[in-house]
C-alpha cells in the first residue's frame, strides 16, 4: 500500500531501472524515483545498508520520493530470499570518497579541461572497489570505514599498490601514508578480506628491485592477495605541473617480463597469481602467453589476457566460418594501435573469406597524444579526424568495440556521440558490446546487427 508523505531531507538511493514484473515494478516505483528509506532507517549510506535491510526480510516500509517531488510510504509483505529488483544509479548513496594522493601517473591529472565532470571525479572508495572493481590505495580511510570494513569483511577489493618499498610508494603516490601499504594489507588479511592487486610500473621508479620486492612481498599475503596485475604507465601529452616520467618501451618492457618469469620460476605456486597485461608482450615483440597461463582471467579490466582470450576465442570458432559471402563487402575496423595488434591474425583470417574485406585501421589519438594506443582511449573525434581523411565511400560500416565508450552509454570521452560521429563520416556504425567476445565481432560482419544508421 502507498501513503503521502510529506518532504524530508534524506540520502538518497536513485532508481535507473526496475526489472519488469518485480516488487518494485508492482508497487509502482519507476526510474528517476529516490529511495528514501527502509524500515525507517534514514542512514542508507550505499548497497550493503540496502542489502542488509532486504536481504532475509519478510516485511518492508519503503520510503519514496518521486520524481516530481511527492513521498509515498509502501509497505510490502515478501519472501524473504526476494529482491525488490531494482538497480540503482550508483552503489553508493553518499558522497564518494576521493583520493588524497597525487601521483604523477594519475589519468584524471592527465586529461585536458572542458571534459565530463564525471572524468576528473578521483575516487579513492573502498565501496566502489567492492561494487565497481575500481582500484583503492588505502590512504584515506577513516576510523568509520575501518568499522565498517572490519564488520562488513567486504571483498574481493581492488587495491593500487604499485610499490610495498615504503620509500618508492611514497614518491609514486606522493604521499607520506603510502609507505604503510604493508600495514594496511596485513590488517585486511587479518580480517580474511580477500583482494587483487595492481602495479603500475614507472621505468627508474616502480619496475627493477621495486617489482621484485613487491612481487615478494605480496606473494607472502596469500591467499588474501589473490592476484597481482602488473600493468604499464600510460602517459597523455596533458601533463602540465606534473613530474616527468619515462614511458615503457621495449627494453623496459623486456625488462619487466624477465623479473615477472623470474620470479614465477622461484614460485612455481605462483603461475596464477601474478601476471603481466598483454601490452608488455607486444611492446617487447614477444609472443603472448598461454590460455592456461592466465588461470581463471582475474585481472581483464585490466588488460591483461584480454588478448589471449579474444584470440582464443576466435580459434574456436574459425572452423564455422564460411568460405565466402553471398555478395562482396568491405567494413572497417576501428581499434587503437594496441588492438590493431592483437586483432591482425583475425582480420586475415576473415580476409581470407571470399569477398569480404575486413580493413583493420588503428586510429590515432590526437586527442591524448601518440604515446596512447589502447582503444578505450579514442575518441569521436579521432574517429572523425582518421576517417575524414579516408575514402571511406566503399565501407558497408564500421565497427568499434564499446570499451570506446562510456558504460552503458553511446558516448565517446569527449562527449561526442556514436550517431553525431556516424552523421558526421556519413557511415553506418556498429558497436560490439562484449570486447572479449570474437564471436560478436564476427556475427556483427557477417550478419550486421546494432547497427547504428547514419
Not at 524500515?39 to 518521486?66: A, C, I, P, R, T
Not at 517531488?69 to 529488483?85: C, V
Not at 571483498?155 to 606522493?174: D, M, N
Request: glycine share 6%; hydrophobic share 40%; proline share 6%.
Amino acid at each position: 500500500m502507498g501513503n503521502a508523505t510529506g518532504n524530508a531531507t534524506r540520502m538518497k538511493a536513485v532508481v535507473a531501472s526496475v526489472a519488469a514484473g518485480s516488487l518494485a515494478a508492482e508497487l509502482g516505483i519507476q526510474p528517476g524515483d529516490s529511495l528514501l528509506s527502509i524500515n525507517g532507517s534514514n542512514q542508507l549510506e550505499d548497497m550493503f545498508d540496502y542489502q542488509f535491510e532486504v536481504s532475509g526480510s519478510e516485511y518492508l516500509e519503503l520510503h519514496v520520493q518521486h520524481t516530481n517531488g511527492t513521498e509515498e510510504i509502501y509497505e510490502l509483505e515478501k519472501e524473504p530470499d526476494d529482491d525488490l529488483g531494482i538497480v540503482f544509479t550508483s552503489p553508493v548513496f553518499t558522497p564518494i570518497r576521493t583520493c588524497n594522493n597525487a601521483c604523477p601517473f594519475c589519468f584524471i591529472d592527465q586529461q585536458p579541461a572542458g571534459l565530463r565532470p564525471s572524468l576528473y571525479v578521483k575516487d579513492d572508495d573502498y565501496r566502489l572497489s567492492y561494487f565497481a572493481n575500481t582500484y583503492i590505495t588505502l590512504t584515506n580511510l577513516t576510523p568509520r570505514d575501518r568499522e565498517r570494513i572490519a564488520r562488513l569483511r567486504p571483498g574481493p577489493l581492488y587495491i593500487s599498490v604499485h610499490s610495498t618499498v615504503p620509500e618508492v610508494r611514497k614518491v609514486a603516490l606522493k604521499n607520506q601514508k603510502g609507505g604503510q601499504i604493508m600495514e594496511e594489507l596485513r590488517w585486511l588479511k587479518s580480517l580474511e578480506v580477500p583482494y587483487h592487486c595492481q602495479i603500475v610500473v614507472c621505468p627508474g621508479l616502480t619496475d627493477g628491485d621495486s617489482l621484485r620486492q613487491s612481487l615478494a612481498d605480496l606473494y607472502t599475503l596469500r591467499p588474501e592477495a589473490m592476484s597481482v596485475a602488473v600493468v604499464p604507465v600510460g602517459l597523455t601529452q596533458y601533463r602540465d605541473n606534473l613530474s616527468e616520467l619515462n614511458p615503457v618501451d621495449a627494453d623496459s618492457a623486456t625488462g619487466v617480463i624477465g623479473i615477472v618469469e623470474a620470479f614465477k620460476r622461484q614460485h612455481p605456486d605462483a603461475a596464477d597469481f601474478v601476471f603481466l597485461s598483454d601490452e608488455f608482450y607486444f611492446k617487447a615483440g614477444l609472443p603472448l602467453p598461454s590460455y592456461a597461463e592466465y588461470g581463471d582471467f582475474p585481472q581483464l579490466d585490466d588488460g591483461v589476457g584480454t588478448a589471449r582470450m579474444l584470440l582464443e576465442d576466435f580459434f574456436k570458432l574459425e572452423n564455422e566460418l564460411p568460405q565466402a559471402v553471398e555478395a562482396p563487402f568491405n567494413v572497417v575496423l576501428l581499434t587503437g594501435k594496441l588492438g590493431a595488434m592483437i586483432l591482425q591474425p583475425i582480420a586475415t583470417r576473415l580476409n581470407a573469406i571470399d569477398g569480404l574485406y575486413v580493413d583493420l585501421l588503428p586510429v590515432q589519438s590526437r586527442f591524448w597524444g601518440d604515446s596512447v594506443d589502447v582503444a578505450g582511449l579514442v575518441t569521436g573525434e579521432d574517429i572523425v579526424s582518421t576517417l575524414t581523411q579516408m575514402d571511406i565511400s566503399g565501407y558497408r560500416s564500421a565497427i568499434i568495440p564499446s570499451v570506446m565508450l562510456k558504460q552503458s552509454t553511446d558516448a565517446f570521452l569527449d562527449g561526442k556521440t556514436v550517431p553525431e560521429v556516424s552523421e558526421a563520416v556519413k557511415l553506418p556504425f556498429q558497436v560490439v558490446s562484449d570486447p572479449y567476445s570474437a564471436r560478436e565481432l564476427v556475427a556483427h560482419i557477417l550478419r550486421p546487427t546494432n547497427l547504428v544508421k547514419i
